[in-house]
Every structure is written in C-alpha cells, then in structure tokens.
C-alpha cells in the first residue's frame, strides 16, 4: 500500500524506532465516575518510521458489517494481534513492554494483545463506544493507544453524551491511556472530518478479555 504522509520534524532526523520512558512525564486527567485519561505526546520517536512500515507490511483487512438492512464497509482497515502472536514490528514488542513496565502494578495484569487500525483518510472513524466486550463492561481496565501517521482527534466524553467533549489531537508516536471505568462510564470516537488529513494508525494494547 501507498500512502504519501507529511512527515514531522522530528522524524526527519530520527533514523530508528524507540519509545521513551513513562515515569514522570505521562499527564493524568481525572474524569468522573473513576475514570481517568494518560497522555504522553511523541512517545514514539522515529514515528512516521513506524507508520511506513506498518502500512506496508500488516496484512490489513477492510470489515463489512450489518446497519440495520444494509451490509456497509467499515470505514478503517483493521488487523487484530492476540495473545502471542508475533507483532508486526520489534517496536510495538518495546512499547508494550514498557506499557507494562509503567503500568503493570496500577493495572494488576499486562497489556497482551494489539488491535491495529488504518484511517486511510478523513472519510475512516470509528463512532461513540466504550471497548466494553468483555471485561471493560463490569471491571475497571485500560486501553493504551500509540498513534503513528497524521494527527486525528479522538474525543472522549461521558456515556451518553451532554456537555462539551474532550479532544485529543493523536498522532506522530503519541501515546493515550485510558484508564478506571473510563471503557464503561465514558466513551470515545474518532469522527470523520472534512479537513484533508493524511493517514493515521492507532495501535490499541488491552488486557487479556477486553475488546
Ligand atoms: O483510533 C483510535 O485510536 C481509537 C480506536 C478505538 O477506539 C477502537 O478501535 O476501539
């Protein structure tokens, strides 16, 4: 695949992949209900690496699913990486060992698997929802998003809507943890804009059951 991506200044000199460490430098925002949201932008250097390489060797799929009478497309390319199975590159092995690293003790388990998704352009979105398949629907978890590729912004806002959402502008190796009953109290989306933007991969880790 092809994709032509602005890349940033910063990856204009960074010749390799690497994440950074977590201890001190992430930002938490307490939201209500007992969720919470981590930020750590360019946790990923040598991102728009990442992102070219990623774009051409994940075996991407294009989902079709039922909308009331219709079958319709997906608007994302998506690949799902499960327990055990090898990531697609040795960095995303890195940053979720340091994932766990970081946040291993607060969590009480280990982020296992890795769900990849390509918003080709403006068009790809995900809409409002919580990861509640599984146990983000009854227990407290947390989802981590690394993103790579052009800035999209991801909104968060309490279930159900009401009152102004939370904008995160994610790309370029930043990183974005939510945390607490954030999946179950709180839901995010990734809407579609009319703006030209260029392609973005996010790279979710999540527990063991949570999807
Ligand atoms: O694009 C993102 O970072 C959000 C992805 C997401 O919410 C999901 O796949 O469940």
Wanted: include cysteine.
């Amino acid at each position: 695949m092809s994709i032509a991506l602005q890349p940033s200044l910063f990856d204009a000199v960074a010749d390799e992949v690497h994440v950074s460490a977590l201890a001190g430098v992430v930002q938490r925002t307490e939201l209500s209900s007992g969720a919470w949201v981590d930020v750590r932008p360019g946790w990923v250097s040598g991102a728009d690496e990442l992102f070219a390489r990623l774009a051409a060797d994940v075996p991407w799929r294009a989902e079709r699913r039922q909308m009331y009478e219709r079958v319709v497309d997906v608007p994302r390319l998506v690949c799902w990486y499960g327990e055990g199975v090898p990531m697609p590159h040795p960095s995303l092995d890195a940053a979720r060992t340091a994932l766990n690293g970081h946040y291993g003790a607060e969590l009480g388990e280990q982020f296992r698997t890795a769900g990849l998704c390509f918003y080709r352009d403006g068009r790809d979105s995900v809409a409002w929802h919580g990861d509640t398949i599984g146990r983000g629907q009854r227990e407290d978890t947390m989802v981590a998003i690394v993103s790579v590729g052009e800035p999209r912004t991801l909104l968060l806002r309490p279930r159900g809507g009401g009152g102004q959402a939370l904008r995160y502008p994610l790309g370029h190796g930043d990183l974005l943890v939510m945390g607490g009953s954030c999946q179950r109290t709180w839901e995010h989306a990734v809407p579609k804009t009319a703006r030209p933007v260029g392609p973005r991969i996010s790279i979710q880790f999540r527990p063991r059951g949570v999807a």
